[in-house]
């Protein structure tokens, strides 16, 4: 991964509606392109295209990311978006999260097939794991530490006990390790620390634009 750090992904889930997001990108757009780090949008699918044009067009530094990927190649997969489709608009994709393990079933196996066609396109995976024994697939280089008991619940772990897991994390590969799970503005700081955690992995606090910019501008 050649941007630079600290790395905020913004991931939105199935939640606003295209004219929201629109107004969340031309809010966003402005503040990211003077952060010194790299902010990525993973929207809902159907509007990734249209980030990726509205970045274009402003030169905003807004990375554009998928929220998941299907571990088949094009082809006959109602529903379904390959990574190589995605790979002209999308930088990153999100995989592993835990909401799709738990609602989706995606096993080891599902997971890994994921990677895999990230791979061959030159996307780059964020790895979600729950802990510091979550398998990691061959050839990832972003991990995100999400434990399950944080997310979405606005009672995030303990920046010791985030630095402690992501330690663990790290000595099992050179990963960028991300935080993720009840981050806000007024907490972002206590997690965030170079070589240590190199960013976070945003769900809720992302959904506003004014929140996430806070996030933003808390940060350093
Ligand atoms: P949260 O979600 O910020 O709402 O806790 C984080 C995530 O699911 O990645």
């Not at 629109?22 to 295209?49: H, M, Q, R, Y």
């Not at 999100?94 to 895999?116: A, M, Y």
């Not at 995030?156 to 630095?163: E, G, I, S, V």
């Not at 992501?166 to 050179?174: F, R, Y």
């Amino acid at each position: 991964m050649s941007d630079p750090l600290p790395l905020v992904i913004a991931n939105h889930k199935a939640n606003l509606t295209y004219s929201e997001f629109e107004i969340w990108v031309n809010k966003v757009g402005p503040v990211a392109k003077d952060f010194e780090g790299t902010v990525v949008v993973c929207p809902s699918s159907p509007f990734l295209a249209q980030a990726l044009i509205l970045t274009q067009a402003q030169s905003w530094n807004l990375k554009i990311g998928a929220q998941d990927i299907s571990r088949f190649d094009i082809g006959a997969y109602t529903g379904e978006v390959a990574a190589s489709q995605l790979a002209g608009i999308c930088k990153y994709a999100i995989v592993g999260h835990s909401e799709r393990r738990k609602n989706f079933n995606e096993t080891d196996e599902i997971l890994d097939q994921k990677v895999q066609m990230a791979k061959k396109v030159n996307l780059t995976p964020i790895f979600c794991v729950q802990d510091e024994n979550t398998k990691i697939p061959e050839g990832i280089e972003v991990v995100a530490y999400e434990p399950v008991f944080s997310i979405g619940t606005g009672n995030p772990d303990t920046p010791q006990n985030a630095r402690a897991v992501s330690a663990k994390i790290q000595e099992k590969g050179d990963y960028i390790i991300l935080y993720g799970g009840s981050v806000k503005g007024d907490n972002v700081k206590n997690f965030v620390e170079k070589s240590v955690i190199d960013g976070v992995l945003i769900g809720s606090a992302s959904l506003d634009p004014q929140d996430f910019i806070e996030i933003l501008q808390s940060i350093y």
